[in-house]
């Protein structure tokens, strides 16, 4: 009883004036050194061990079950906990519960394990914490922002020497911007698009200055639409929204065989809206490098020649495979994409950085200007200022993490993990060809594949049968592979994550497996686990009915 009155009493935190002062570093005071020290050793280390023990994917607790210690929403008075205790709970209560997406057999999703220098390179972004909205709270950070978006922007325009000398320190021009993720990356793209077609022109100041309403008078028009494929990430209807055209104006085209847009049906939507009774304009057209589902890249050369014939904005969706163009091996995948006039590229995507950094160029380098803004403390006009050609305001200096990775890897390192993946994935193709209870759906373009549970005799009846029995058949499968989805995923051990294709077997949407081959330590033979895994939980599953697809 005594000790725990004592322990009580020794916990017992207060928020006063001098505590607190011991929470911002004295850098005049040696303390504070071994301070800082200490803690990032408490995290690292405890980390570490904590993933050597845990080589799973996730504890088996459900949300639901979870989310019950999550209900107090009173903010406490007096501090509850001090950091090294909230660095224990986050690695001894939090970790566990979150998703070890560093596991070799986490193949789901977007997202996995990163280089290690990365946390570092995290940490002095954090240090230093620059605000890059203005060259006053960043200073050179600014400079290297600019230097790091030059760099991308060569990466994809190859343009020579002595353009890159005129743009990289240009006050007055903008090869492209940092921001917060993909989305934002996209909305930024298509808010320039969106400006420059509907610009100041007799008496009218702009859409961004007067609206829609005004820009569609000014114009004559009733309507503007983007267009993208079938497989368009949903990020580009939300832009729909908020740039007031709305989301049902992002007109979706059909892809081929391949799951690339359909040249044909773009003309021809083309065509249809040229001879329109509905006055409308096309703000921009979207060629996917690296669709989210199927990692499939459209056609850029073909897209861009409509788009320069037609006088109409190209966009390049290069979240995903963007950064296929530091492979020799695989960079002619994404040709065509130099005639894009603008691009994005997520660097927490396939730049291995943390979350969360999405990046926007234009070939254009004073196509920015059409959102350019200004205030009088800040962003001034003729300023190095990055906020003035923003959608964001403040924000963290991602270009010190993209800088620091480029020099670690060099364009070399990164394709060495470009082409894991894609190697990586092509196996996998055949040897899911190979098992005769698997169907291949999406052959591997980039380094993702989709594929079903489907035994062969199921696919011989699938061949054979009539439209009918294909649906019914169909829908069967689906049960099976969400619930074999669903269970490996309970089980914890790896993640294939899921999603639904149009495949051309009627127009009817089918259950598929989603793998993204990313982190380097995924090899064939863990692959190879995870299908047997997946194969267990069919054998085994109960209550479905399912006996006529087990053979
Ligand atoms: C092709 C593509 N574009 C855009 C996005 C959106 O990126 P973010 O999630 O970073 O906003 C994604 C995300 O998966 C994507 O795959």
Known sequence: MIDKIRIEKKTKLIADWQTLMRTFVNHKDDASRSTLVKYMEQIFFGLHDFLKKHVGI??????????RNFTNTLISKNPEKKLADVIADLVENIAPHAVNVTSPYFVGHMTSAIPFFMVHLKTIVAALNQNVV????????????????????????????????????????????????????????????????????????????????????????????????????????????????????????????????????????????????????????????????????????????????????????????????????????????KLADSVTIDGHKQFYMPMGCG?????????????????????????????????????????????????????????????????????????????????????????????????????????????????DINKKLNKINRAVQRLQREAGKSFVSRTKLKINQHGKDIVVFRCVIMNPMTNIKILGEILDEQEEIFRGIEGLRIEEFRN
């Not at 996730?58 to 989310?67: F, G, M, R, Y």
């Open 359 to 471: 990046i926007v160029v234009f070939k254009d380098p004073s196509i920015m200007d059409v959102v350019a803004y200004h205030a009088n403390y800040v962003n001034r006009p003729g300023s190095v200022d990055l906020g003035i050609k923003s959608l964001a305001g403040s924000r963290e200096a991602s270009s010190i993490i993209l800088d620091g990775a480029l020099k670690i890897m060099g364009s070399r390192g990164y394709a060495l993990l470009i082409e894991h993946g894609i190697d990586t994935c092509l196996r996998f193709a055949e040897e899911i060809e190979k098992r005769p209870d698997f169907q291949l759906i999406t052959r591997p373009e980039l380094n993702i594949l989709t594929y079903r549970i489907c035994p062969f005799h199921i696919q011989r009846r699938l061949a054979e049968g009539n439209p009918e029995q294909i649906c």
């Open 58 to 67: 996730t504890e088996e607790v459900s949300l639901k079950d979870l989310s």
């Open 134 to 337: 203005k060259i006053e709270t960043s200073k050179v950070v600014s400079i290297l922002e600019k230097q790091v978006i030059a760099k991308i922007h060569r990466l994809i325009y190859e343009k020579d020497e002595a353009f890159y000398e005129k743009h990289v320190q240009n006050i007055q021009t903008t090869l492209g911007c940092f921001i917060e993720d993909g989305t934002l990356a996209n909305l930024t793209a298509f808010w320039v698009a969106r400006n420059s077609m509907l610009a100041p022109k007799n008496g009218f100041a702009g859409i961004e200055q007067e609206g829609l309403q005004a820009a569609y008078k000014a114009y004559q028009i009733e309507k503007c639409v983007i267009l993208v494929s079938k497989l368009g990430h949903y990020c580009v209807k939300k832009a729909g929204g908020l740039l007031g055209i709305g989301n049902q104006n992002i007109m979706t085209i059909n892809v081929d065989a391949n799951n690339r847009m359909d040249i044909d049906c773009l003309k021809k939507a083309i065509k249809d809206i040229k001879n329109s009774s509905v006055n409308t304009k096309i703000i921009a057209i979207i060629g996917i490098a690296g669709t989210t589902e199927t990692g499939t890249v459209d056609p850029l050369p073909e897209i861009g020649e409509i788009c320069a014939e037609n006088r109409i904005h190209f966009h390049v969706d290069a979240a995903w495979g963007g950064p296929t163009l530091m492979s020799e091996k695989y960079r002619h995948l994404l040709k065509g994409i």
